[in-house]
């Protein structure tokens, strides 16, 4: 059986594989990371240390107030004399903190970054800019610590462009920085020693990886082939039982999702809308019919008003397309359209195509404002939207028909195929 273990009563250091520690810091009592994400038992800063024949190597470090407990734990099983490796795996400061100060401690150690880090790295550590030596590595490259070697994994995007793992070959671990991480705090540390982390695991994967999938399918492909006894993340447990799970988790996260494996159907295009009397509604229903028309477009009309944004957001991440109708009220688009494109910062959405409608009464801003927020959102809107001053008549409803069959068949490329 596997030892039990409680890091809250010591500040000593954790050995889970022969040589190699856990040297983190438990924040317990956070209930909100960087704004964005609830914590509702803390989280960890996880730190690591490996021992070699010829020399230690640190991988990654805390978030600067919790230098004290991270020096601490180093210090229980090393002398700073004998560090000759720092690996950053990510730069971000609740990792790369306690790094001026390492680095002062053990001038002689040599720090391995990525490519994409170096930048990072002088605007994250300015102060110290002067003193910075650094080597960059990629795939391929390993650096040896005598009989033990870390060999390096270009993954970047997860979820900062500088980020990178770090593979332990002898040991079998890899140290994933984010990767697999999640914000949970438990002083026993271990995946099988913990309470029920899944939420929590889930939970980060949706706001920090998910806007960053097809990078995720990029890294898997370097992290699937290696074998592993452990994952170290850089955050919440340390994955000993069954690791490769998480790794199946996070390639089930990923990989898009049924309606793209329908053969039928080649194209998405979701049509949302809202209206109060009934104006846009009509508006919508017309650009519907009329998209429905091109062969292979699968639309979906949704009225906002019986909306809810969660499922919302997972259709469209997965639609080609989008149209949003808005009436205009008081000069602006009507709230839950607001809400809707506000909510999109975990999904990527850049490229798609996206275009606006809406019935107005006298000043008609709604289409131009929701169409200036998609293309700060990077979407492309190849067509200009569709106002129409308040009851649609005949003609204009089949202006909305037009606009619609325009739409679908830029979708599914029809235009190019008429112009080449
Ligand atoms: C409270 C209220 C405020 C409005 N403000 C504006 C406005 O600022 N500019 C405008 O062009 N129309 C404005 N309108 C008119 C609506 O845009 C118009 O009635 C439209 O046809 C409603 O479309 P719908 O039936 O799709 O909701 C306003 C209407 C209401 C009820
Ligand atoms: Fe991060
Ligand atoms: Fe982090």
């Given at each position: 059986m596997k030892d039990a273990v409680d890091v809250s009563s010591h500040r000593n250091a954790v050995e889970f594989a022969d040589g190699v520690y856990w040297i983190g810091a438990l924040d317990p009592t956070l209930r909100t990371f960087d704004i964005i994400l609830s914590t509702a038992n803390g989280t960890t800063y996880n730190a690591y240390m490996v021992k070699g024949s010829e020399g230690i190597a640190i991988v990654d470090t805390v978030k600067e107030n919790f230098s004290d407990e991270f020096f601490a734990r180093l210090e229980s099983v090393a002398d700073?004399?004998?560090?000759k490796v720092i690996v950053l795996n990510h730069l971000e400061p609740d990792h790369s903190g306690a790094l001026p100060e390492l680095m002062r401690r053990a001038p002689q150690a040599k720090l391995y970054i990525s490519r994409k880090a170096t930048p990072m790295l002088k605007a994250l550590l300015k102060p110290a800019k002067a003193a910075l030596e650094y080597t960059t590595v990629t795939t391929g490259d390993s650096v040896s610590l005598g009989d033990r070697t870390l060999r390096f994994l270009h993954t970047p995007f997860l979820h900062w462009p500088d980020t990178q793992c770090t593979y332990l070959e002898e040991e079998e671990v890899l140290f994933s920085g984010d990767v697999f991480g999640c914000h949970f705090c438990d002083k026993r540390l271990f995946n099988d020693r913990v309470g029920d982390f899944r939420f929590s695991f889930e939970y980060y994967y949706a706001h920090i990886m998910r806007p960053f999938k097809s990078h995720v399918l990029d890294a898997l492909k370097l992290i699937e082939p290696l074998t592993f006894q452990q994952i170290a993340p850089?955050?919440?447990?340390?994955?000993?039982?069954?690791?490769r799970s998480y790794v199946t988790r996070y390639r089930e996260l990923s990989t898009p999702s049924l309606s793209r494996e329908?053969?039928?159907?080649v194209q998405t295009l979701i049509i949302f809308y809202m209206s109060s009397y009934g104006n846009t509604a009509r508006m919508a229903d017309e650009i519907s019919e009329g998209a429905g028309e091109v062969e292979g477009v699968r639309v979906s009309l949704y009225d906002l008003e019986g909306g809810v944004i969660d499922p919302f957001v997972d259709l469209i991440e997965d639609a080609d397309a989008l149209l949003f109708g808005s009436p205009t009220i008081n000069g602006d688009a009507v709230k839950p359209v607001w809400d809707l494109l506000s909510s999109?910062?975990?999904?990527n959405i850049k490229g798609k195509l996206g275009g606006a409608f809406g019935s107005y009464g006298w000043s008609g801003e709604a289409v131009s404002m929701i169409e200036d927020r998609m293309e700060g959102l990077k979407?492309?809107?190849?067509k200009e939207g569709i106002r129409i001053k308040l009851i649609p008549s005949d003609e204009e409803l089949e202006k909305c028909r037009t606009f619609g069959r325009w739409i679908a068949d830029e979708l599914v490329g029809n235009h190019e195929a008429i112009m080449n």
């Open positions: 700073y004399e004998d560090i850089t955050h919440g447990p340390i994955l000993r039982e069954k690791p329908m053969d039928s159907i999109l910062a975990v999904i979407m492309h809107i190849p």
